[in-house]
């Protein structure tokens, strides 16, 4: 194996692996980048062999217990050197004690159980051309622009649905250009927020996260509303029985999908 160079990404560098992601078929949002590289700058790493970017990891620490792997990407012509297992090694031990999530592609499940992780579900992407969404019913809640919430409200709520707090991440990923971030609000109470974004192909929603299956309904349709054309992306985790249906409702149809391992201790994987 050549020797490889591993830093830290600059935003620059961040801006090429994430069109390697597009040639995987991952499909990144187009402002993505702005708001995972606010949540930890110095956790996105890039492998050079003599000045050649090829390889890339990403391993954000949100606090000082909870990291997520993604962006493990090794460029075809580089691949079976052992480049991704150094990249692996170097994210892994910057992470240290903390628990670590990742989202895995199926192909790399094996060498996701060498390291300790095990597999939990699977993320299904589904897609469809366009989704038809009624009016808005107001009886189901009022739909407002995520930024005239008090920010303190919505971090409280994400905080109830990711494992970590995540300010920076949510400061612009809120407000990134193009894309649409609304809450729902029943009784005076926030009971829902989503957003949807531009990706290299369509739009994609994420986060969708509500109190009940009629709420998220309903953010789904305000968010949909907001697509000038197709096609619709939503990733959903299996086990959410009633995301899954929502999703075939609206004659979504599964595209691609991850798997995620439940968090391991960076510390377990040696």
Known sequence: MSDLHIRVMTRADLALVLGWAAGEGWNPGLTDSDSFYAADPNGFFIGEIDGEPVASLSAAAYDNTFGFLGLYIVRPEWRGRGHGVALWRHGMAYLGQRNVGLDGVLAQQ????????????????????????????????????????????????????????????????????????????????????????????GHKIGPLFADDERAAETLFHALARHVPIGPVVLDVPEPNRAAVAMAERYGMKPAFETARPPSTSAASTG
């Open 110 to 201: 094996e060498n996701y159980r060498k390291s300790g992780f095990t597999w939990a579900y699977r993320n299904i992407r589904f897609e469809a051309p366009s989704v038809s969404a009624p009016p808005h019913d107001m009886k189901h809640g009022v739909i407002e622009p995520v930024a005239g919430l008090p920010f303190a409200a919505l971090e409280a709520y994400d905080r109830r649905f990711f494992p970590a707090p995540r300010r920076a991440f949510l400061e612009r990923w809120i407000s990134d250009t193009g894309s649409h971030a609304l809450a729902l609000i029943r009784g005076g109470v926030l009971v829902g927020y989503g957003s949807i974004r531009p990706a290299r192909a």
